[in-house]
């Protein structure tokens, strides 16, 4: 039962440190246009996630991964029904990283304009897809005995739609601070002008989020049982005023700070509210996809959980490592200079 | 047609534009780690130059391999979670491994690579792509041994209505796995090798900056040597080891229909599966299958007729792909040999039509690579699991014919898109050349 309990909390930690992580690439992306005037902004805001962006998406492969070793059922069913989302995010997925890789490689205008309106797109579509995904495993999948009972359209119902715009306003803040915390001069000031414009509308939409949790799902159940892990959502609403707080004080990396913390409590509130499910049914609970019924065997965790602890924390280390070689700020000077980067 | 037909053709269409770049990146790899660490320990600046036009190609490549991989993974639940939830037990472990042990490394390391020429010293740049190559390769092992599960499943039992794992270690030194890694590892070398040499004799052809592509071309032959080498050797263990566990398959592969001892190997062969026989036999060498097979000249070969229709792998297909296999296998040794010769005598110029042969011999190894995957695959079937599980009961309940329809599709056009992007893009670097203007080059300024 404990390495059932174990998983679920890595499962948790592995999705929020993703989208910790590629939620300020993901960010990034969907501003790029909008702040970059020129292209050598754009190349700029492009080289900021460069380094980084590669391996900050293989959490999600990792998340991924996990979700099939740890709770195969659990992944089998999931990834089936929400077939046609997941293929989408796939696709956008898929355009996002050869874009980088592209942009650059050829002199034509109109050649840059198609990969940067790409970059938009398939950053954008991730964030919106991940959050429509994660409100309705919140509120619970219609499966039953039979199977599931969905489709893409039901997907797209109120609170899965709130949660979706909830991410999308999120990750746009999230990038906006990273890319006002690696910029220099003008382009460092819009990216904050452009995270103290949407900071009010997050606001609005969190509450809102709070708010209809209450009635869309069952999430909350587990706080009234044990009321102490309500430190956990009130620590996102702690850190979503921080960013706010710290931005008008002018520190913006501490502001940045405040957004990680931010998108990692939304996360664990959600799958706190969860537990002992991974996906719940809304027709009928006995058919619910909990770590009990969905996981491998205690054989399987156990080598599982040898091998994360062995490797996981050199991955940590070594990330560490990058981020502080990489540290700093972009320069349109330094971009230009190098012939290698995006 | 069925959500188990599309979906078994987007798997082969998904996972084969996902092998075009992965054997590439395998060799290039370590080629470019090796140009690098030759620039760095001697300081001359031909490496330097080598590193960064043969890197640039490489990273068009990786990118591609990369983004395409996850489809893979996810596909695992989308179109067969039934599959995934029977073995999942077993078959999770080594790509969740893979994720964390080899991804992550490679995912981290690249980014260095790319970005970290003046932020890094030149010793740790060099280590690096040493990295990159590391990962890359090693990531290739669990996923091979992932594949050599479902080809010779080991260490499990059925229980509670599935697979379960009982035996990790059996399934790590699983030889079907271990032979299918060192067999495919080395091809993905011939592959590189070939690249280097097809795109070194363009220039030399041209007579542009022949220093450069002589080195290169030489470096490159050297290293098809000892790949095309290994492949056979490699794969002649691989072939035993499938004769061993996958008797079906392996009758496929030669098309023998009758079990007898001391089978012969006909060079022209033609099978009909309809008769159940072969159209055409001529050209026989006595015994040499069972002796291939077995490494016995009177080893006992089970005939497709002993395995009940429903559990046979289509056969021609199987066995042309195989052949085919074969013969470039053993004319990329004859060529890496030659090649090796010209170069180290210094006379590739002199044979402007070897190196017209080497340009148009640079797509044959992704071929055979591919040819290889369908021997591999198409051999199994009708299994998913062999013996264990059959690709039929493997599908997903959930998704529909025109969900699949529209991702097939989707999938088609996205890839097709993108591979002519790709093979555009390289064309262009590749014949443009190494920049020649040093000062361009930004070196690492660190020691």
């Not at chain 1, 309705?136 to 999948?141: K, Q, R, T």
């Not at chain 2, 979670?81 to 073995?87: D, F, L, N, R, T």
């Not at chain 2, 110029?349 to 369908?374: D, H, R, S, V």
Request: glycine residues 8%.
């Amino acid at each position: 039962m404990e390495l059932q309990i174990l998983w679920f909390v890595l499962w948790a930690v592995l999705w929020a440190v993703y989208f910790m992580l590629d939620g300020f690439v993901l960010g990034t992306g969907m501003l790029h246009i909008f702040l970059g005037k020129n292209d050598g902004d754009r190349r700029v805001i492009i080289n900021t996630i460069g380094p980084v962006w590669d391996g900050n998406e293989v959490w999600l492969i990792t998340a991924g991964g996990a979700t099939f070793a740890a709770f195969p059922t659990t992944y089998a069913l999931m990834f089936s029904y929400l077939y046609t989302a997941l293929l989408l995010l796939l696709f956008a997925l898929i355009v996002r990283g050869v874009s980088f890789e592209f942009r650059g490689k050829e002199d034509s205008a109109l050649w840059k304009r198609s990969w940067d309106f790409a970059i938009v797109v398939s950053s954008f579509l991730p964030a919106l897809l991940f959050g429509v995904a994660f409100g309705n495993i919140f509120a619970g999948l219609p499966m039953d005995a039979t199977g599931y009972h969905g489709s893409l359209i039901y997907l797209l119902n109120p609170y899965g739609l709130l949660t979706g715009i909830l991410f999308v306003l999120l990750f746009l803040i999230h990038g906006a601070l990273y890319l006002s915390v690696k910029t220099v001069g003008d382009l460092s000031r819009r990216a904050h002008a452009m995270a103290d414009k949407l900071w009010p509308a997050l606001l609005v939409v969190a509450v809102a989020f709070l708010g209809y949790t209450k009635f869309a799902s069952r999430l909350y159940d587990n706080y009234f049982s044990a009321p102490y892990l309500l430190i956990v959502p009130l620590l996102a609403v702690a850190a979503l005023l921080g960013i706010r707080i710290l931005t008008a004080k002018g520190n913006l990396l501490g502001a940045f700070a405040s957004s990680c913390v931010t998108i990692l409590m939304v996360v664990f509130t959600g799958v706190i509210g969860l537990f002992p499910n991974l996906i719940p049914s809304n027709l009928d609970p006995a058919h619910s996809l909990t770590i009990f019924n969905s996981s491998s065997s205690p054989y399987t965790l156990k080598i599982m959980t040898l091998v994360v602890a062995m490797f996981l924390p050199i991955v940590i280390a070594y990330k560490i490592w990058v981020y502080r070689v990489f540290r700093g700020k972009v320069t349109v000077e330094e971009v230009l200079e190098d012939k290698q980067a995006y | 047609m069925d959500v188990l037909t599309l979906s078994r053709l987007q798997f082969a269409i998904t996972s084969m534009f996902h092998f075009i770049f992965v054997p590439l990146t395998l060799g290039l790899s370590i080629m470019v780690a090796y140009m690098e660490t030759r620039y760095v320990s001697s300081g001359d600046e031909l490496y330097l130059k080598m590193t960064k036009f043969w890197g640039k190609l490489f990273l068009i490549n990786f990118a591609l391999g990369v983004v395409t991989g996850i489809t893979l993974e996810f596909q695992f639940g989308m179109n067969w979670a039934e599959y995934s939830k029977y073995v999942g037990d077993i078959f999770g472990a080594p790509l969740a491994i893979e994720a964390t042990m080899a991804f992550f490394l490679e995912s981290v390391f690249i980014g260095v690579w790319i970005f970290g020429w003046n932020k890094v010293s030149k010793k740790m740049h060099a280590i690096s792509i040493w990295l990159v190559a590391i990962a890359t390769n090693l990531s290739g092992l669990w996923i091979l041994l992932a594949n050599g599960w479902m080809q010779h499943p080991v260490g499990y039992v059925l229980r509670n209505g599935r697979a379960e794992m009982v035996d990790f270690m059996a399934m790590v030194t699983n030889p079907y796995g271990l032979l299918k890694f060192g067999h495919q590892i080395v091809s993905g070398y011939t592959v590189a090798a070939f690249f280097v040499m097809g795109v070194s004799a363009w220039h030399l052809l041209k007579k542009n900056k022949p220093d450069f592509f002589k080195t290169s071309f030489k470096m490159a032959a050297t290293f098809g040597l000892v790949s095309t080498l290994l492949v056979a050797v490699i794969g002649d263990f691989h072939a035993v080891e499938v004769a061993k566990t996958q008797p079906a398959k392996f009758a496929a592969m030669e098309s023998v229909w009758e079990t007898k001892r001391g089978v012969g190997l006909n060079l022209l062969l033609i099978p009909d599966e309809i008769k159940e026989c072969n159209a055409l036999e001529r050209i026989c060498i006595p015994n040499m299958v069972s002796l291939l097979a077995f490494h016995t000249p009177n080893a006992e070969i089970k005939g497709l007729k002993d395995f009940p229709k429903s559990e046979r792998p289509p056969v021609t297909p199987v066995f042309y792909s195989f052949r085919l296999m074969v013969g470039l296998g053993i004319l990329f040794f004859v060529l890496s040999l030659v090649a090796v010769f010209l170069s180290r005598k210094g006379k590739l110029e002199n044979y402007p039509l070897f190196l017209k042969i080497m340009l148009f011999a640079l797509p044959l190894p992704y071929i055979a690579n591919q040819l290889g995957w369908i021997v591999a695959e198409m051999g199994r079937q009708p299994w998913i699991v062999y013996g264990v599980l059959k690709t039929s009961d493997a599908v997903s309940k959930a998704i529909s014919t025109p969900q699949v329809l529209v991702s097939l599709i989707g999938f088609t056009l996205l890839y097709g898109t993108l591979g002519c992007i790709d093979i555009y893009l390289l064309t262009k670097l590749a014949r443009k050349g190494p920049d020649d203007d040093l000062s361009a080059i930004i070196k690492p300024t660190r020691n």
